[in-house]
């Protein structure tokens, strides 16, 4: 079975450019997330997609970040315009049904940005 | 809003060696996974506990659930080098809201 596809898996960008991310989950998993990931924390919820629509965006940034999951199965997220403090991993996660206690998650790779 | 605490942020243990890490939530879960971050990868699913009191045993990982649902640990038995990495316990967030909050992780280390 195919895991969660991220792309891409590094990036480079300086302060004030813009940035975009893309998952592609497990087939078949219903709902789909972004985390945040900084360096030497924990994974911090940027939003909640069931199917293609927002279950959960509270934590994610709205003046400078976006994120849409169209058809229902892949996502973008993106960046604009980032700020240093927006280095971190961005992971992708997936799981069969909702997130609290009916199904585990399972995580991309991740896409690692470094803001200069 | 709700919080998710873990101690401690970091152990260095001996291969062989037992190891412990606790997890502390704000308020009361309906659940609690746990997940297993290698360093340089993703954080990967090792278990859920659903039930109050509950204790699920991986080999030499033990995992609780406190009474009150509010707490865990996860226990390991003679460390081994393979498991390094940083442990994370999760819980749905606020009533309502299905999406895992993560606890800031231990990490361990396991000197051969």
């Known amino acids: 079975e195919a895991g969660v596809a991220q792309s891409p898996r590094y990036k480079i960008i300086e302060k004030r450019q813009s940035v975009a991310f893309w998952c592609n989950p497990i087939?078949?998993?219903?709902?789909l997330y972004w985390y945040q990931q900084i360096l030497g924390q924990g994974p911090k919820l940027l939003i909640q997609?069931?199917?293609?629509?927002?279950?959960?965006d509270s934590q994610l940034p709205k003046d400078r970040f976006s994120a849409e999951r169209l058809k229902g199965v892949d996502s973008t997220l993106k960046i604009q315009p980032a700020k240093l403090e927006d280095s971190a991993v961005y992971l992708c996660?997936?799981?069969?049904?909702?997130?609290?206690?009916?199904?585990?998650?399972?995580f991309g790779e991740g896409s690692r940005l470094t803001v200069l | 809003g709700q919080q998710v605490m873990q101690i401690p942020q970091y152990q260095h243990v001996q291969e062989g060696e037992d190891f412990t890490t606790y997890c502390n939530s704000s308020?009361?879960?309906?659940?609690i996974q746990w997940y297993k971050q290698r360093p340089g990868g993703h954080p990967v699913f090792l278990i859920q506990?659903?039930?109050?009191?509950e204790v699920k045993k991986q080999k030499r990982l033990t995992f609780q659930f406190g009474e009150a649902k509010k707490n865990s640990s996860l226990h390991i038995t003679a460390t081994q080098t393979t498991d390094v990495g940083t442990y994370f316990c999760?819980?749905?967030?606020?009533?309502?809201?299905?999406?895992?909050?993560f606890g800031s992780g231990t990490r361990l280390q396991v000197q051969p």
């Open positions: 996660a997936s799981s069969l049904v909702g997130g609290s206690g009916t199904g585990e998650l399972f």
């Open positions: 087939s078949g998993h219903a709902t």
């Open positions: 997609f069931q199917n293609n629509g927002v279950v959960d």
């Open positions: 308020t009361t879960l309906s659940n």
């Open positions: 506990l659903v039930k109050s009191g």
């Open positions: 999760a819980g749905p967030r606020d009533t309502g809201r299905r999406a895992l909050t």
